[in-house]
């Protein structure tokens, strides 16, 4: 792949700046590594651009984006053509973030800014990407190409010998002339004069310049005659979402086309074309896929370009990928699905992109609705790794272990005896069903016939050999294609022997010590296998045979296990033996000479019991150690050893962990997922087979400790403690955060003390009962589930030593004034001090230290509390706060008063009365209540019904007048004091009372003119035009005056509207109102009211416009 070729930028306005644009934000220096400014691309060519930031004092991870233009995010646009990738090194905290543009097309040109964020800090860096055609470098001699060798007609279109000849004849010497660059010439040129200049310049191949000089011409922009305003450069949008393109053209009344990649675009419910005044919008409901691409508004000749870019929601992986422990030759089948059906998906084996090859079937691509599939057919050595699956919005990764494949032999070939004419049969079974093989006899192949037959039914392999003849007997073989691996077997074959023997013969058991027997008198069967015992019997006359199991005979003839008797033979038969029929088995043979016994112990093997207690005991990052239990039956054979698999919880798909049997009870799997939940399983291996899997252990998860704290940091010392404070680790995976264990030890000691008997959830705390003046280190490790991180430790000791601190009162600001209280409520202040040591609070009254039964004080290592239940007037006065610390003291005094309501005013009286009203004076009360008197409700009742009605209410004066008294009635008053806390509980009564003498009086009616009220209609508030959207009722109104009441008459364009039941007239009190139902377009005009009356005629008018609906989201 190409590197980016950095060249010079040339200088000019349009140059970009160096740092990244200007912003409100000051940009900070956060990248280590930076593209190139300027980079020159070969179309078709890979460009990769690097930039590195460095961590060490950021806070939290920092976002990259890299941004084409202003604003258009790639992110969206990630896939094959645009690919992004990052790493992060733990030991050096750097970031390393990579953009690759694969196969670099002219439309990739332009500006291009990446951007990292983190919290508060930021850095952007601008570069630029210049495309130029694959072939473009030998533009400068080119000409030379096109160029004929001679005059001749029959050369040819081209003549290309002119580049290869070594040498040419000079020709003489000419004038020299300037040289003209035609390229320039044909750039500037009109297309009429082409075929002129290269008549003059001697170019034949016209047509294959121009499309060169098509590539090579820069169009400049130039003034639009028809468009006011363009189409913007580039447009996004969401995939499902409605997209706007607007343009403003110069004639409003011009018609323009849509195309969509050259194509017209027609009107539809998709894309909606609407023109209003100069503005022509095209909007696109739903975007999909398939609209982005490029868009054009034609105007005659003229056209505006644009580029909409229709980015995809982010597509999320629902169901991960499993991992898989497979052989060679086995098929693999990674399936994921994701968050919505057709969305993109990238497989990937390690860091390549695996893509569909006609060529090859190694890998296939399944997509069934959400369900993606990644198929290998046949797995070999080469494809070990991890596959990963991408979307534009998640990731996946599963692991493929592979595996040469071992066979395993579950049952092996057993020797045989078999007399002639009987059949005998060679059986083994091997751990693979697909496995083929071929027999052998003394090392020759055996060929099937009439008498010898081969069978393979899945993992069983059998030889039957009917009818045997004594040339039959001989070392059986059988091979495994594909496997350096035999099995062998002998067949005996018993010749039967007729002996004379005298009538009285006493009988005799001959028992056949090969074959099944492991010792003379044992029996091996495997579970499920045939036992057939043929013993040889001799005797005269024919003795009786009798089985017994224990003192159990066994008669049977027919059935599982049965007895069959034939001519000096007796058999004893067991179909698929089970484990309750091992024991001791006793035949006896009688007849008149005698009787003959022989004991045989039969013993089952089976494969065993599963293994118990599966369990995990403990987990690292990717790792756990599993344990179990021995099954408790062996199946009668030792155990060789067991063999593990895990999966995901979740997932029906087992992965197996070893093929070798591991001989241990305990195994620790590795290569797992932090943070996936797994479960195990556990099988048990004797010589007979694998035992069904043990239940699954309970899931478990993969986590490791979190990295150490950050920043510890000494927070405050004294002669005894010292206060720690630090933030949570940068990273804490899978396992979450339990706590922090704090530790410290004396300079120079190797022994670290706990400070901490419980785990500390905050991110601070105090070390308490440090020796004083020794220096102490300290650390902190944060704490899970996975055990303890590594420690952050303090860069240096710490000297327990109190540090002096003068005292210092922070009084806060509403207690710099008088605090005020009613009496009976609660006083509670808080004064918050500094200082160090501890200060010595000491409070004050008025001077005198303060009484501990009438105030509660209680004071901390920052701050004092003054408390008082229930306030009263005594606790009223000056309080000091007094703050020492050795020789050095601080004061704060506080102002607090308690009051209580009022006592009544003093001296009520009447002092004069006149017509309807009295004159009232009284004197301030002797107890203001401890606050300022802010007024005075005063309150009169008539002698004769006693009731008291309020006259003035907060009365700041000490007198008053009360008016509108009756005449006739003699009237009492009451005075209440009023200050913060409210009236005073008692009024205080007039001494006197007053009465309202009566008077003659004589009614003098003014003479009553009649006002002419005559006047011509006249509108004091006329129609103002209106501009209302068509299908909405609306309403023109005005007010008029005149008397007599004028006649009204409404017109439209000068016609007067008539009864139409569309119109509604209304005039209320001088009020007129047009209410017109549902206008339409053809509503619009001008509307006129007209008043008459006897005296003359007034007239308003207005305009009404009616527009067409518009939805807003258009615009």
Same mark, same amino acid.
Request: net charge negative.
């Given at each position: 792949?190409?590197?980016?070729?950095?060249?010079?930028?040339?200088?000019?306005?349009?140059?970009?700046?160096?740092?990244?644009?200007?912003?409100?934000?000051?940009?900070?220096?956060?990248?280590?590594?930076?593209? $190139?400014?300027?980079?020159?691309?070969?179309?078709?060519?890979?460009?990769? +651009?690097?930039?590195?930031?460095?961590?060490?004092?950021?806070?939290?991870?920092?976002?990259?984006?890299?941004?084409?233009?202003?604003?258009?995010?790639?992110?969206?646009?990630?896939?094959?053509?645009?690919?992004?990738?990052?790493?992060?090194?733990?030991?050096?905290?750097?970031?390393?973030?990579?953009?690759?543009?694969?196969?670099?097309?002219?439309?990739?040109?332009?500006?291009?800014?990446?951007?990292?964020?983190?919290?508060?800090?930021?850095?952007?860096?601008?570069?630029?990407?210049?495309?130029?055609?694959?072939?473009?470098?030998?533009?400068?001699?080119?000409?030379?190409?096109?160029?004929?060798?001679?005059?001749?007609?029959?050369?040819?279109?081209?003549?290309?010998?002119?580049?290869?000849?070594?040498?040419?004849?000079?020709?003489?010497?000419?004038?020299?002339?300037?040289?003209?660059?035609?390229?320039?010439?044909?750039?500037?040129?009109?297309?009429?004069?082409?075929?002129?200049?290269?008549? =003059?310049?001697?170019?034949?191949?016209?047509?294959?310049?121009?499309?060169?000089?098509?590539?090579?011409?820069?169009?400049?922009?130039?003034?639009?005659?028809?468009?006011?305003?363009?189409?913007?450069?580039?447009?996004?949008?969401?995939?499902?979402?409605?997209?706007?393109?607007?343009?403003?053209?110069?004639?409003?009344?011009?018609?323009?086309?849509?195309?969509?990649?050259?194509?017209?675009?027609?009107?539809?419910?998709?894309?909606?074309?609407?023109?209003?005044?100069?503005?022509?919008?095209?909007?696109?409901?739903?975007?999909?896929?398939?609209?982005?691409?490029?868009?054009?508004?034609?105007?005659?000749?003229?056209?505006?370009?644009?580029?909409? +870019? *229709?980015?995809? $929601?982010?597509?999320?992986?629902?169901?991960?990928?499993?991992?898989?422990?497979?052989?060679?030759?086995?098929?693999?089948?990674?399936?994921?699905?994701?968050?919505?059906?057709?969305?993109?998906?990238?497989?990937?084996?390690?860091?390549?992109?695996?893509?569909?090859?006609?060529?090859?079937?190694?890998?296939?691509?399944?997509?069934?609705?959400?369900?993606?599939?990644?198929?290998?057919?046949?797995?070999?050595?080469?494809?070990?790794?991890?596959?990963?699956?991408?979307?534009?919005?998640?990731?996946?990764?599963?692991?493929?272990?592979?595996?040469?494949?071992?066979?395993?032999?579950?049952?092996?070939?057993?020797?045989?005896?078999?007399?002639?004419?009987?059949?005998?049969?060679?059986?083994?079974?091997? %751990?693979?069903?697909?496995?083929?093989?071929?027999?052998?006899?003394?090392?020759?192949?055996?060929?099937?016939?009439?008498?010898?037959?081969?069978?393979?039914?899945?993992?069983?392999?059998?030889?039957?050999?009917?009818?045997?003849?004594?040339?039959?007997?001989?070392?059986?073989?059988? *091979?495994?294609?594909?496997?350096?691996?035999?099995?062998?077997?002998?067949?005996?074959?018993?010749?039967?022997?007729?002996?004379?023997?005298?009538?009285?013969?006493?009988?005799?058991?001959?028992?056949?010590?090969?074959?099944?027997?492991?010792?003379?008198?044992?029996?091996?069967?495997?579970?499920?296998?045939?036992?057939?015992?043929?013993?040889?019997?001799?005797?005269?006359?024919?003795?009786?045979?009798?089985?017994?199991?224990?003192?159990?005979?066994?008669?049977?003839?027919?059935?599982?296990?049965?007895?069959?008797?034939?001519?000096?033979?007796?058999?004893?038969?067991?179909?698929?033996?089970?484990?309750?029929?091992?024991?001791?088995?006793?035949?006896?043979?009688?007849?008149?000479?005698?009787?003959?016994?022989?004991?045989?112990?039969?013993?089952?093997?089976?494969?065993?019991?599963?293994?118990?207690?599966?369990?995990?005991?403990?987990?690292?990052?990717?790792?756990?150690?599993?344990?179990?239990?021995?099954?408790?039956?062996?199946?009668?054979?030792?155990?060789?050893?067991?063999?593990?698999?895990?999966?995901?919880?979740?997932?029906?798909?087992?992965?197996?962990?070893?093929?070798?049997?591991?001989?241990?009870?305990?195994?620790?799997?590795?290569?797992?997922?932090?943070?996936?939940?797994?479960?195990?399983?556990?099988?048990?291996?004797?010589?007979?087979?694998?035992?069904?899997?043990?239940?699954?252990?309970?899931?478990?998860?993969?986590?490791?400790?979190?990295?150490?704290?950050?920043?510890?940091?000494?927070?405050?010392?004294?002669?005894?403690?010292?206060?720690?404070?630090?933030?949570?680790?940068?990273?804490?995976?899978?396992?979450?955060?339990?706590?922090?264990?704090?530790?410290?030890?004396?300079?120079?000691?190797?022994?670290?003390?706990?400070?901490?008997?419980?785990?500390?959830?905050?991110?601070?705390?105090?070390?308490?009962?440090?020796?004083?003046?020794?220096?102490?280190?300290?650390?902190?490790?944060?704490?899970?589930?996975?055990? %303890?991180?590594?420690?952050?430790?303090?860069?240096?000791?710490?000297?327990?030593?109190?540090?002096?601190?003068?005292?210092?009162?922070?009084?806060?600001?509403?207690?710099?004034?008088?605090?005020?209280?009613? *009496?009976?409520?609660?006083?509670?202040?808080?004064?918050?001090?500094?200082?160090?040591?501890?200060?010595?609070?000491?409070?004050?009254?008025?001077?005198?230290?303060?009484?501990?039964?009438?105030?509660?004080?209680?004071?901390?290592?920052?701050?004092?509390?003054?408390?008082?239940?229930?306030?009263?007037?005594?606790?009223?006065?000056?309080?000091?706060?007094?703050?020492?610390?050795?020789?050095?003291?601080?004061?704060?005094?506080?102002?607090?008063?308690?009051? #209580?309501?009022?006592?009544?005013?003093?001296?009520?009286?009447?002092?004069?009365?006149?017509? +309807?009203?009295?004159?009232?004076?009284?004197?301030?009360?002797?107890?203001?209540?401890?606050?300022?008197?802010?007024?005075?409700?005063?309150?009169?009742?008539?002698?004769?019904?006693?009731?008291?009605?309020?006259?003035?209410?907060?009365?700041?004066?000490?007198?008053?007048?009360?008016?509108?008294?009756?005449?006739?009635?003699?009237?009492?008053?009451?005075?209440?004091?009023?200050?913060?806390?409210?009236?005073? #509980?008692?009024?205080?009564?007039?001494?006197?009372?007053?009465?309202?003498?009566?008077?003659?009086?004589?009614?003098?009616?003014?003479?009553?003119?009649?006002?002419?009220?005559?006047?011509?209609?006249?509108?004091?508030?006329?129609?103002?035009?209106?501009?209302?959207?068509?299908?909405?009722?609306?309403?023109?109104?005005?007010?008029?005056?005149?008397?007599?009441?004028?006649?009204?008459?409404?017109?439209?364009?000068?016609?007067?509207?008539?009864?139409?039941?569309?119109?509604?007239?209304?005039?209320?009190?001088?009020?007129?109102?047009?209410?017109?139902?549902?206008?339409?377009?053809?509503?619009?005009?001008?509307? %006129?009211?007209?008043?008459?009356?006897?005296?003359?005629?007034? =007239?308003?008018?207005?305009?009404?416009? *009616?527009?067409?609906?518009?939805?807003?989201?258009?615009?």
């Amino acid at each position: 792949m190409p590197e980016p070729v950095p060249e010079a930028k040339p200088a000019g306005d349009d140059a970009p700046p160096a740092n990244g644009e200007s912003g409100s934000t000051e940009l900070t220096g956060l990248f280590l590594e930076k593209p $190139p400014d300027y980079v020159v691309a070969v179309a078709g060519s890979d460009v990769t +651009f690097t930039a590195r930031v460095d961590s060490t004092t950021l806070t939290r991870k920092p976002v990259m984006k890299w941004l084409k233009g202003k604003w258009l995010d790639l992110g969206s646009k990630a896939g094959k053509h645009f690919q992004f990738k990052e790493a992060y090194d733990r030991n050096t905290k750097i970031y390393t973030y990579e953009m690759k543009i694969v196969k670099v097309v002219v439309g990739d040109a332009g500006g291009y800014r990446c951007e990292v964020t983190a919290k508060d800090k930021c850095d952007s860096s601008i570069f630029e990407i210049c495309v130029e055609a694959a072939q473009q470098e030998q533009q400068a001699d080119i000409l030379s190409a096109f160029k004929r060798a001679d005059a001749g007609e029959d050369d040819g279109d081209l003549d290309f010998s002119a580049l290869l000849k070594a040498t040419k004849k000079k020709k003489k010497a000419q004038e020299e002339k300037p040289e003209i660059d035609v390229w320039e010439l044909l750039k500037s040129a009109h297309p009429s004069e082409y075929e002129k200049i290269a008549f =003059e310049y001697g170019i034949t191949d016209l047509r294959g310049m121009l499309k060169r000089l098509k590539k090579m011409k820069t169009v400049e922009p130039k003034h639009s005659e028809a468009f006011l305003k363009k189409l913007e450069s580039c447009y996004s949008v969401e995939k499902g979402k409605k997209i706007v393109l607007t343009c403003e053209v110069v004639d409003p009344n011009v018609p323009v086309k849509w195309l969509k990649n050259g194509q017209e675009i027609k009107p539809s419910a998709k894309y909606i074309m609407e023109a209003n005044g100069n503005l022509r919008t095209l909007t696109i409901n739903k975007a999909s896929l398939a609209d982005d691409a490029a868009y054009e508004c034609v105007v005659g000749e003229d056209k505006s370009f644009t580029e909409v +870019f *229709v980015k995809e $929601p982010p597509v999320t992986i629902t169901k991960l990928m499993d991992d898989y422990h497979v052989v060679v030759g086995e098929r693999v089948e990674f399936e994921i699905e994701v968050s919505e059906e057709g969305a993109h998906v990238m497989w990937f084996f390690e860091d390549i992109e695996l893509h569909k090859d006609k060529d090859s079937t190694k890998y296939r691509f399944k997509k069934d609705g959400k369900k993606h599939t990644l198929i290998i057919q046949e797995a070999t050595l080469d494809d070990i790794g991890m596959y990963h699956a991408w979307t534009n919005g998640g990731h996946t990764k599963g692991e493929v272990e592979v595996e040469e494949k071992e066979l395993e032999v579950l049952q092996d070939i057993a020797d045989l005896t078999v007399r002639a004419t009987d059949q005998a049969m060679f059986k083994c079974e091997v %751990s693979d069903d697909k496995v083929t093989g071929k027999w052998y006899k003394d090392g020759v192949e055996v060929l099937p016939s009439e008498r010898i037959k081969m069978t393979h039914i899945g993992r069983f392999h059998r030889l039957l050999i009917d009818n045997v003849k004594p040339e039959d007997a001989g070392d059986y073989t059988f *091979v495994p294609d594909g496997y350096a691996l035999s099995l062998s077997a002998k067949l005996n074959f018993l010749e039967i022997k007729i002996d004379y023997v005298p009538r009285q013969d006493p009988p005799k058991i001959h028992l056949d010590t090969s074959g099944n027997m492991v010792s003379q008198n044992t029996i091996i069967v495997v579970a499920g296998n045939k036992l057939r015992l043929d013993v040889e019997i001799s005797g005269e006359p024919a003795p009786t045979v009798v089985w017994s199991k224990g003192d159990k005979p066994i008669t049977d003839t027919e059935g599982r296990v049965r007895v069959e008797s034939k001519k000096d033979l007796s058999c004893f038969v067991i179909e698929g033996a089970e484990r309750e029929d091992e024991g001791n088995y006793t035949i006896c043979v009688t007849n008149p000479a005698g009787e003959d016994k022989a004991v045989l112990f039969v013993k089952i093997v089976d494969v065993p019991d599963p293994p118990e207690h599966v369990k995990c005991t403990s987990v690292g990052e990717d790792c756990g150690t599993i344990v179990w239990e021995p099954p408790k039956f062996d199946g009668g054979a030792p155990i060789k050893g067991y063999l593990m698999e895990r999966k995901k919880k979740g997932s029906s798909r087992w992965t197996k962990l070893n093929f070798d049997v591991y001989e241990s009870t305990t195994y620790e799997a590795k290569r797992m997922i932090e943070g996936v939940l797994y479960e195990m399983r556990v099988f048990a291996v004797n010589s007979i087979g694998m035992s069904p899997p043990s239940l699954n252990s309970k899931p478990f998860m993969p986590i490791a400790p979190t990295s150490e704290p950050m920043r510890l940091t000494v927070h405050d010392v004294t002669d005894s403690t010292c206060s720690l404070k630090w933030l949570a680790p940068e990273r804490i995976g899978a396992g979450g955060l339990d706590g922090y264990l704090i530790e410290y030890c004396k300079e120079g000691d190797t022994e670290w003390v706990a400070a901490n008997t419980e785990l500390c959830e905050r991110q601070g705390f105090v070390v308490r009962n440090l020796p004083v003046g020794e220096k102490i280190n300290f650390r902190v490790m944060a704490v899970n589930i996975a055990g %303890s991180s590594t420690p952050a430790i303090l860069s240096q000791p710490v000297t327990i030593r109190e540090i002096v601190e003068h005292p210092k009162i922070r009084l806060p600001r509403d207690l710099r004034t008088k605090f005020i209280r009613k *009496v009976g409520e609660k006083v509670n202040l808080t004064i918050p001090f500094q200082g160090k040591p501890r200060p010595v609070a000491t409070w004050y009254k008025d001077g005198q230290p303060l009484d501990p039964k009438m105030v509660n004080v209680r004071n901390s290592n920052t701050d004092s509390i003054l408390f008082i239940r229930s306030a009263e007037r005594d606790h009223s006065g000056k309080y000091e706060l007094v703050l020492q610390i050795e020789n050095m003291e601080d004061r704060a005094s506080i102002d607090i008063r308690i009051i #209580d309501k009022p006592g009544p005013p003093l001296n009520v009286r009447v002092t004069e009365a006149w017509g +309807f009203n009295a004159a009232l004076e009284w004197e301030p009360p002797k107890d203001d209540g401890n606050s300022e008197i802010t007024g005075y409700t005063i309150q009169k009742a008539d002698m004769k019904t006693k009731e008291w009605y309020t006259v003035y209410e907060h009365n700041r004066r000490t007198h008053c007048t009360a008016s509108d008294l009756i005449m006739g009635n003699e009237y009492m008053f009451r005075i209440y004091s009023e200050n913060l806390c409210g009236l005073s #509980d008692e009024p205080k009564l007039s001494k006197n009372t007053v009465i309202i003498n009566k008077t003659d009086l004589e009614l003098k009616p003014t003479p009553f003119k009649e006002k002419d009220m005559a006047c011509m209609p006249k509108f004091t508030q006329p129609l103002v035009d209106r501009s209302v959207v068509a299908g909405y009722s609306t309403a023109i109104s005005c007010a008029v005056k005149g008397f007599p009441k004028p006649k009204i008459v409404w017109m439209k364009n000068r016609m007067i509207i008539a009864e139409n039941p569309k119109y509604l007239m209304q005039n209320n009190q001088g009020v007129l109102t047009l209410n017109i139902r549902k206008p339409s377009t053809f509503d619009g005009g001008k509307y %006129s009211c007209m008043a008459v009356n006897d005296l003359g005629k007034d =007239e308003v008018e207005c305009k009404l416009d *009616v527009r067409v609906a518009t939805d807003p989201d258009k615009k």
